[in-house]
């Protein structure tokens, strides 16, 4: 018994000096991350009925090509930054879903003109985006990628007047614990992915209700 107990200790003892050691690599590395889509959950049937016509996905230029730069809320990790185009990942993932949820697609774009050829504006925007590596939930044996997002999408009219808008929280989401990873901003660009992805799904459902509700049917 005695052995086995020993045999534990020693291996906990051994994942904890390598994380140890992973963390202390980590100082001052720079992550990169990209829009990548097979990170997106592959379950992307067309909706039941499709709503009539086509939408339109309406971002800021600033917010398609000025990525996120920033350091994870935890200790671990803090030294380090990741870059992520969230812009460009939200409006992707947003012609991705919103796409089957029209009958003719959607089309993306920068500006509010000719909002006559369509049925719907979606306008998706991250409001929030924190990340961390937890590895206090693991008693430093490993540690747990998350992220904490906040999704606003809005509709607007033909003149370009917003008349619904909601905000979506994930509250803090994990990802799959590690004890050493060579990309560990790539572990939290992932979790942005499934996450962004989930909160989108969620806003297209409810504004497929208010686009029925609006025109009567």
Same mark, same amino acid.
């Given at each position: 018994?005695?052995?086995?107990?020993?045999?534990?200790?020693?291996?906990?003892?051994?994942?904890?000096?390598?994380?140890?050691?992973?963390?202390?690599?980590?100082?001052?590395?720079?992550?990169?991350s @990209?829009?990548?889509? $097979?990170?997106? !959950?592959?379950?992307?049937? *067309?909706?039941? +009925?499709? %709503?009539?016509? &086509?939408?339109?996905i309406?971002?800021?230029?600033?917010?398609?090509?000025?990525?996120?730069?920033?350091?994870?809320?935890?200790?671990t990790?803090?030294?380090?930054?990741?870059?992520?185009?969230?812009?460009?990942?939200?409006?992707?993932?947003?012609?991705?879903?919103?796409r089957?949820?029209?009958?003719?697609?959607?089309?993306?774009?920068?500006?509010?003109?000719?909002?006559?050829?369509?049925?719907?504006?979606?306008?998706?925007?991250?409001t929030?985006?924190?990340?961390?590596?937890?590895?206090?939930? @693991?008693?430093?044996? $490993?540690?747990? !990628?998350?992220?904490?997002? *906040?999704?606003? +999408?809005? %509709?607007?009219? &033909?003149?370009?007047?917003?008349?619904?808008?909601?905000?979506?929280?994930s509250?803090?989401?994990?990802?799959p614990?590690?004890?050493?990873?060579?990309?560990?901003?790539?572990?939290?660009?992932?979790?942005?992915?499934?996450?962004?992805?989930?909160?989108m799904?969620?806003?297209?459902?409810?504004?497929?209700?208010?686009?029925?509700?609006?025109?009567?049917?």
């Amino acid at each position: 018994m005695q052995t086995v107990q020993a045999s534990r200790l020693s291996c906990h003892w051994k994942r904890g000096l390598l994380v140890g050691l992973f963390v202390l690599s980590l100082g001052g590395c720079a992550f990169v991350s @990209n829009y990548n889509p $097979a990170y997106i !959950p592959n379950d992307q049937g *067309s909706a039941q +009925v499709a %709503l009539p016509g &086509k939408g339109l996905i309406f971002t800021e230029k600033t917010d398609d090509v000025r990525p996120y730069t920033g350091s994870p809320t935890s200790f671990t990790g803090s030294s380090t930054k990741l870059t992520i185009p969230l812009g460009t990942i939200t409006r992707e993932i947003a012609i991705s879903v919103f796409r089957r949820e029209f009958r003719d697609g959607v089309d993306s774009a920068n500006d509010l003109a000719d909002l006559h050829k369509y049925s719907a504006v979606v306008c998706p925007k991250i409001t929030k985006f924190t990340y961390e590596y937890n590895q206090a939930k @693991n008693l430093g044996f $490993a540690i747990t !990628p998350t992220v904490d997002i *906040s999704l606003e +999408v809005q %509709l607007r009219n &033909k003149e370009g007047r917003t008349y619904w808008k909601k905000i979506y929280n994930s509250g803090v989401r994990e990802g799959p614990a590690y004890v050493v990873s060579g990309s560990p901003g790539e572990r939290i660009s992932e979790l942005t992915h499934k996450t962004i992805y989930a909160l989108m799904t969620r806003a297209a459902a409810d504004v497929r209700g208010v686009l029925v509700v609006r025109s009567g049917k």
